[in-house]
């Protein structure tokens, strides 16, 4: 068979950047091709970003296209192989180590800037040692911080080099509606171009890295093709937003502070995640129309805001027979846009306790100023589940102690916060499916949680590549 390319990959985030890097490195000759459903990253803007108003584009400027979500993400490169995924089920603790400091070496490569936060090991440790008195556990990792807008230009240069100086194509606004077998091999993918016919696309070597905002479409291809999966946990929650002054003395260290907290009444795990100090509330949307809450910041003072936000996650392992976590996750969101008129909600922690909706009046008297501004006053506990809220307020209790004020009534929750990376693919250990030559790999095959771990997968399916080469 006469093929088009070498490699196709779906999805232009880190997982398929780094595949595509790692492979020009291992064979300049290799010819690939990049599809996204969304845009080049110099055609990716987002108007909410300077108007607090959601225009919901169709595809999502923050979520689709060329670097993925981390395109206007916070940029935060965790340097630990015990954070940001599941990596170490498939290599050993020194080889994900390896394989994280190569990966940081090539964003250093192309701009990132070299401040690390975390490494003050006694601060850390101090820390550490305060908070396990509440039974709260601080995960310790480097975090490379990139800031909002250098990961966009870091990204950006990642694209112009691959384009300008290999053999990789990139399609933006493609959809891949089938992932082609033949004899048990991967020999191509059915892509539909906006504004074009349907078109098959061959290939020896298929790489998946859909992201988060393509799992739920990752789950269904596999059960086409017979790829087992099983059920990651569901992570829900909320984006607890506070003055800075409540979260100086833990992100001046460690910029991040990632807190596990087993909560008192249901024992369900609630973690920190994706902290920003000084940052900003965002909304993203995904598939069908969802919205959903997130947070960024920048790394120029001069754009840093009052504020500090981060996601307070609840984690939930569902078993059989349910086998939906990923719609799940959608039906709660999908409640929260249907109270709201299609935004994000946003109520504040006193109202929550006393039980009563937070209304624009209520807001206006909030001395924590919310940073996104088109969020619209609820009452969360008519979206969350019991458990839940009860977790999450029971969270907010004990980071009091190490956070004090953190658990005031002016402290703002938005919801929801919801990561699609529910279901994991089944692949070996260079992540490759029982299908030849077809690799599932990123946040969006449920592997990965966040940028530098999603980096990894690809560097990895790339040499394998190259080995069979």
């Not at 999908?334 to 504040?348: D, E, I, K």
């Amino acid at each position: 068979m006469k093929y088009c390319y070498d490699v196709v990959v779906v999805g232009a985030g880190p997982a398929g950047i780094f595949t595509a890097l790692e492979l020009t490195k291992i064979n300049q000759n290799l010819k690939i091709l990049i599809v996204d459903k969304g845009r080049t990253i110099e055609k990716r803007t987002c108007l909410a970003r300077q108007t607090g108003v959601c225009l919901n584009c169709n595809p999502c400027s923050i979520t689709s296209g060329w670097s993925g979500a981390g395109a206007f993400s916070d940029g935060k490169l965790s340097k630990s192989p015990l954070v940001g995924g599941r990596i170490t089920e498939y290599m050993s603790d020194s080889q994900a180590q390896e394989l994280i400091d190569y990966a940081d070496s090539i964003y250093l490569q192309f701009g990132a800037r070299d401040v690390v936060h975390g490494l003050n090991s006694k601060r850390v440790d101090d820390i550490a040692y305060e908070a396990s008195k509440y039974s709260i556990q601080l995960i310790p990792c480097p975090v490379r911080h990139l800031g909002t807008e250098h990961a966009f230009e870091v990204l950006k240069a990642m694209y112009l080099y691959l384009i300008a100086n290999t053999n990789t194509e990139f399609r933006e606004l493609t959809n891949v509606t089938d992932i082609l077998v033949e004899d048990g091999q991967a020999v191509g993918v059915m892509i539909q171009t906006k504004g074009k016919e349907p078109e098959r696309i061959s290939c020896r070597y298929v790489v998946v890295a859909p992201g988060r905002g393509g799992a739920d479409w990752l789950a269904k291809e596999c059960a086409k093709l017979g790829i087992k999966t099983e059920n990651n946990e569901v992570d829900i929650g909320v984006r607890v937003e506070v003055p800075n002054s409540i979260m100086d003395h833990l992100t001046k260290d460690l910029y991040e502070a990632k807190l596990v907290y087993y909560s008192d009444t249901f024992d369900n795990r609630v973690r920190s995640f994706c902290m920003n100090p000084g940052g900003v509330v965002s909304e993203e949307h995904y598939d069908g129309g969802i919205a959903v809450v997130n947070g960024h910041s920048y790394a120029d003072d001069k754009l840093k805001t009052q504020n500090t936000n981060f996601a307070l996650l609840v984690s939930t392992r569902f078993t059989e027979p349910f086998n939906q976590p990923i719609e799940y996750g959608r039906y709660i969101a999908r409640l929260a846009n249907m109270l709201t008129g299609g935004g994000v909600m946003v109520q504040r922690l006193g109202d929550l306790l006393k039980g009563r909706r937070t209304d624009y009046d209520r807001l206006k008297k909030s001395t924590t100023i919310p940073t996104l501004k088109n969020a619209v006053p609820g009452d969360l506990s008519y979206v969350l589940p019991q458990r839940y809220l009860t977790s999450i307020t029971e969270t907010l209790r004990a980071f009091d102690h190490i956070a004090p004020g953190i658990y005031a009534r002016n402290t703002l929750l938005y919801g929801v916060e919801v990561k699609f990376y529910s279901s994991k693919t089944k692949v070996n250990n260079k992540f490759e499916t029982h299908i030849a030559n077809l690799y599932t790999i990123g946040d969006g095959a449920g592997i990965t949680r966040g940028l530098m771990q999603a980096s990894v997968t690809g560097i990895v399916v790339a040499r394998d590549i190259g080995v069979k080469e």
